[in-house]
């Protein structure tokens, strides 16, 4: 059973930055890709980030290009999302997602349905 515990939400104001990270309890990590999910209440999911981690090829959402950035760390099972330049409509629950099935890789753009493990999420608030 994989285990991802996510950590470094809070608030901040506009303008500012976080970086969030999810480590990955199972080893030998053999996930191939993880990703970023985002959620306010009455509202769908939305996909902000994904790494596929063989290649390192990362997707992102529309809404955060040029100001977020996912990573993986290089000697652990641990992924990273530094948000810069947070506006109040990042306002959000983020949640960070694994994939060990080879259909996450197909994708040209974000989706949920290949991601098999998901954390509890954490709460971003940016205040204007």
């Known amino acids: 059973q994989v285990q991802l515990a996510e950590s470094g939400g809070g608030s901040v104001q506009a303008g500012g930055s976080l970086r969030l990270s999810c480590a990955a309890s199972r080893n030998p990590f053999n996930m191939r890709c993880m990703g970023w999910f985002r959620q306010v209440p009455g509202r769908e999911r939305e996909g902000v980030a994904t790494i596929r981690l063989g290649e390192k090829t990362t997707i992102y959402a529309e809404s955060v290009k040029g100001r977020f950035t996912i990573s993986q760390a290089a000697a652990n099972n641990t992924v990273y999302l530094q948000m810069n330049s947070l506006k109040p409509e990042d306002t959000a629950t983020y949640s960070c997602?694994?994939?060990?099935?080879?259909?996450?890789?197909?994708?040209?753009?974000?989706?949920?349905?290949?991601?098999?493990?998901w954390g509890q999420g954490t709460q971003v608030t940016v205040s204007s």
């Open positions: 997602a694994a994939s060990d099935l080879i259909t996450c890789t197909f994708y040209e753009v974000i989706e949920a349905n290949p991601y098999n493990y």
